[in-house]
């Protein structure tokens, strides 16, 4: 992987970072809304600074994570569904003491448009969980709009997701009321997508698997924060709610990654949000994509 400095972050913004692959009849592609930086040590607490100088291509120039925001839109004929909605709208500076930098966002409804789809002709927003960098435009009017962006959509959540948001979620509650339908592990969400809920980065975690032509492609959503973690599964992000189980539920789906025709999606992964992983000793487990 190339370093990724935060120049990126607005590279990310334009339509040249949408990443599309086919499964069969279905069409995954990778919706771009903006970037985030990520103190390296802040997010990975038990990754030590020798283990940063030895893999220096996963930090931008300043020496930040640089993670990348956005969507993952699923085709299969006229339907579409997206899965996650990015940040949204608004773009933060950099803040002493945040585990984060800056985070720069806002342009998954244009780079939608690039690829042919209107907010409208979303069926469904699934979430893989309702941290405010996954749900922005859920919660945001559509430009030069009095009406939510996705206001034709249904919102899924899974189930324990939903019912463990705490008191201070009134925007997500009230931006969902109208549209939620909280959906339970193994169900089907869109032809070919089932929902998986693997409670760690947050209790009601979910991951989704999309099947066609014999392939997969697995959306773990939080599950992984950097492509490092696929060398070091042990490695909890700072903001996982349950570390131990986020820790163990990574052992477990990289050695599902690591099946064949399964390929990874990994929604904060930069320039490599397409993956497979392989273990014969002569390189990184994540092995991106080239599309």
Known sequence: ??????????????PGQIRSIHLGDTKVSFVPDGAIQ????????????AMW?????????????VASIGGLLVEN??????????????????????????IRSGALLDNLAVLGRRP?????????HLHSDHVGWACHLAPDSDRPAFAHANYLVA????????????????????????VTDGEEVFPGVRIRITAGHT???AEYRISSGGQRVIAFGDALHSPIQADHPEWSCIYDHDPVRAAEHRHRLLAELEEPGTIGFGIHFADAVFGRVSRDGSGPAWR????
């Open 1 to 14: 992987m190339a370093n990724f400095a935060i120049d990126q972050a607005e590279r990310l913004r334009r």
């Open 38 to 49: 990520g103190r390296p040590r802040s997010w990975l607490p038990d990754a030590t600074d």
């Open 53 to 65: 100088d030895a893999h220096q291509r996963y930090l931008d120039d300043s020496g930040y994570l």
């Open 77 to 102: 004929g006229d339907r579409a569904l997206l899965i996650d909605a990015g940040f949204g709208p608004q773009s933060l500076p950099a803040e002493p003491g945040s585990p984060n930098g800056a």
């Open 120 to 128: 409208e002709h979303i069926e469904a927003v699934a979430f893989t």
């Open 159 to 182: 189930e324990p997701e939903w019912d463990s948001r705490g008191p201070t979620d009134i925007e997500i509650a009230t931006a969902f009321a109208s549209r939620l339908r909280t």
């Open 203 to 205: 209790p009601g975690h």
């Open 288 to 291: 991106p994509l080239h599309i």
